[in-house]
T-cell receptor, first 109, second 114 residues
Framework: GQNIDQPTEMTATEGAIVQINCTYQ??????LFWYQQHAGEAPTFLSY??LDGLEEKGRFSSFLSRSKGYSYLLLKELQMKDSASYLC??????????WGAGTKLIIKP | SAVISQKPSRDICQRGTSLTIQCQVD?????MFWYRQQPGQSLTLIAT?????????ESGFVIDKFPISRPNLTFSTLTVSNMSPEDSSIYLC???????????FGNGTRLTVT
């Protein structure tokens, strides 16, 4: 079957770095997406990886290893506004998105 | 990316009534989807809205309960029919410009059924 695993909740300190991991099993693979969702709001697109390696976008970076079925989202210089849920989603061979349950990130001062 | 307007943003409805949610995109998009998100949970795909034909529903969702229209490449509606309190949720319209591009979401409709 198809499956996405990510931690339910993580806590980090303002100014620090946090890494949110995601493992996936899909029928075929057409990329891995990360979304940010603040409470009461719609998800917003953060990153897309389809090739192995690291993609950097400002304070946020995303890594993919296709052979390991593994991705992570790295957030640097954490700010209070980064408190949100982070959703990992893998696209299968039919271009359908398989969603993880999301990781709630709590930032403490 | 596309600009997505979804309305209403929220509504409180009585049991047994129906609500139609509209999703308007500012440009033609390949795919349109309807998702549901229960409080504290991730996204559940209800159906893919197909232009000019019947929507493709996921397991557990049926056309009689969630009729969907998509008359063109920029507009879709989702109706939640014969509502019960269990239908209280956030309903999200999402679009995909091409097959392997990111999904972009409307702001959602927060539905409360009393």
């Amino acid at each position: 079957g198809q499956n996405i695993d990510q931690p339910t909740e993580m806590t980090a300190t303002e100014g620090a770095i946090v890494q949110i991991n995601c493992t996936y099993q899909t029928s075929g693979f057409n990329g891995l997406f990360w979304y940010q969702q603040h409470a009461g709001e719609a998800p917003t697109f953060l990153s897309y990886n389809v090739l192995d390696g690291l993609e950097e976008k400002g304070r946020f970076s995303s890594f993919l290893s296709r052979s390991k079925g593994y991705s992570y989202l790295l957030l640097k210089e954490l700010q209070m506004k980064d408190s949100a849920s982070y959703l990992c989603a893998a696209m299968d061979s039919n271009y359908q998105l398989i969603w993880g349950a999301g990781t709630k990130l709590i930032i403490k001062p | 990316s596309a600009v997505i307007s979804q309305k209403p943003s929220r509504d409180i409805c009585q049991r047994g009534t129906s609500l139609t949610i509209q999703c308007q995109v500012d440009s033609q998009v390949t795919m349109m989807f309807w998702y549901r998100q229960q409080p504290g949970q991730s996204l559940t795909l209800i159906a893919t809205a197909n232009q000019g034909s019947e929507a493709t529903y996921e397991s557990g969702f049926v056309i009689d309960k969630f009729p969907i229209s998509r008359p063109n490449l920029t507009f879709s509606t989702l109706t939640v029919s014969n509502m019960s309190p269990e239908d209280s949720s956030i309903y999200l319209c999402s679009v995909q410009i091409r097959e392997n591009s990111p999904l972009h979401f409307g702001n959602g409709t927060r539905l409360t059924v009393t």
